[in-house]
């Protein structure tokens, strides 16, 4: 059974930074595109980055300059790092592994709150 698992969130003040991990178990990591999204409450989920391997990183308008996607295919884990944080982007936030054939695994997210 593939397992997505999320860590790194929390309570950040406003223009902090704070770094998001992803570990992917029982996949081939390396092969398959990774991608970070967020839920705010009463809000759809939406897209904030991808990485695909052996391509440019893509970015939401909203967090384009301010968040970095990466990946670490030796440790089966993508990061995203956030800094100069806003308090809409205070979400849960979810990774999703691509796999072959179009199946999507995801985890079951990290709270990433940004208040004073």
């Known amino acids: 059974q593939v397992q997505l698992v999320e860590s790194g969130g929390g309570l950040v003040q406003p223009g902090g930074s704070l770094t998001l991990s992803c570990a992917v178990f029982r996949m081939t990591f390396r092969l398959y595109p990774m991608a970070w999204y967020r839920q705010a409450p009463g809000n759809p989920r939406e897209f904030v980055a991808s990485?695909?391997?052996?391509?440019?990183?893509n970015y939401a308008d909203s967090v384009n300059g301010r968040f970095t996607i990466a990946r670490d295919n030796a440790k089966k884990t993508v990061y995203l790092q956030m800094s100069s944080l806003k308090p809409e982007d205070s979400a849960v936030y979810y990774c999703?592994?691509?796999?072959?054939?179009?199946?999507?695994?995801w985890g079951k997210g990290t709270l990433v709150t940004v208040s004073s």
């Open positions: 990485i695909s391997p052996g391509a440019e990183p």
């Open positions: 999703r592994l691509t796999a072959s054939g179009g199946t999507d695994y």
